[in-house]
């Protein structure tokens, strides 16, 4: 529920949207009988704070889960403001950094256990800016990729998935190369991935913070519809193998900041004229493999909406335009699974916990297994059309597995689980 924070609440900024107002917006927003299955949550307060007790964590579940929702991903407050610290920055801020993960790792793993997430990985980025980076590149490259290796070994010790957000505004993944060179550099693609958002994506194409790396010339005036697909093309053909969380948005191809917030891809609103994305189309670009068949890397799919007035968010119009965006992507690159299926399935971390398990013969948290979500009779695919997305009792981990243990895991997690029969999705 991030819109309701992000950029919002510090000096000179609109003031932040309360959790109840934002999951009522949700919750009332329709298309054709279609409702949203869930929400990804921001671990920050007004929200909800990182340092919740158990108790009070259920009352949150139970206050979501009223409302016909469930919770999807979670957004770990990584940030020097909010109590985390630049992962490339001093000891203690990087320290800070990695506890904040482990708060937030514990705090997913929780909803699993009670049954209120079925699915979702918990976001990150480098909590560091473009400038800082810069001064020494290779170097604060690899700071970052020592920091996110140990918020890796926290993940696993929870059973989660971490993804780290591109956004021109975070230095590492600032542009479409260095974020590729971060994430080899960390090393663990069955633990951290990369989270695409169609907005701020989109300015990769335009090098904004990095100009060398940018796939379309400099003024561009978006008159050739080829060649910015032919663009757009490797550009997620380079992405796709990492992303496991994904983001619909709108973008005009400009930048925006609010608040504590730095300038960032522009999120638009749905049916913004002036837009560069037709929304399901280029959805598909990530959603599908460069021979057309859909990935089914990610079970979900999720709306960011951040830094709109609140003027708008308040609109319940904006809610439905926004449902039926991401109903026209599901239709198109989605796919139907059953209940049985997904349960048996479980989540992706569900899958990687258990292989860890398998490899280290140890026990870890058992969670919980989950469906996919409502799944409105009639419709196509079985990603769900998610939530306007908002963005983010401490318990011990257990002791981390030792390097044999952890590369028998990955290679273990790699095997596709059995799945049922399922309904094809439609063809672009």
Partial sequence: MWPGLVGKGSPGAEPCIDLDTMLDLTARAEVDGVKFDGVDIFLFEPHINIDIGDDELRRVA????SRGLTVGSVVAPIWPPTGGGSAMGRAEERRNFVQQVRKGCRIAARLREIGARPYGIVRVDTACSVTDWDKDPEGSTRLIAQTLREACDVAEDFGERLAAEGE????GLHSWREAIKLLEAVGRPGTLGFQADMAHTLLYLLGYNKPEDALLPAGWDWSDPAAFDAAYRKLTSALRPWTIDFHIAQNDATVKGSGSHDKTGKHCMAKDPNGKLDIPRHAGFWMRDDAGKATRAFRTICWDGCMFPNSVMMQ???WNDILAAM??????????ETSSASAREGTVAE???KAVRAASGGTRRKAKGGTAGRKPAGRPGARTARKPAARKA???PNKKTNKNTMAKAKKAAKKPAK???KKPAKKR
């Avoid at 139970?62 to 889960?65: C, E, F, G, N, S």
């Avoid at 021109?168 to 230095?171: A, E, H, S, V």
């Fill in 394 to 396: 401490l318990g011990k």
């Fill in 62 to 65: 139970d206050k979501i889960q």
């Fill in 351 to 353: 899958v990687f916990s």
């Fill in 168 to 171: 021109i505004c975070w230095g």
């Fill in 327 to 336: 109903i026209a992507v599901r239709d198109a690159h989605g796919w139907r």
């Fill in 419 to 421: 799945k049922a029969a």
């Fill in 316 to 318: 319940q119009q904006t």
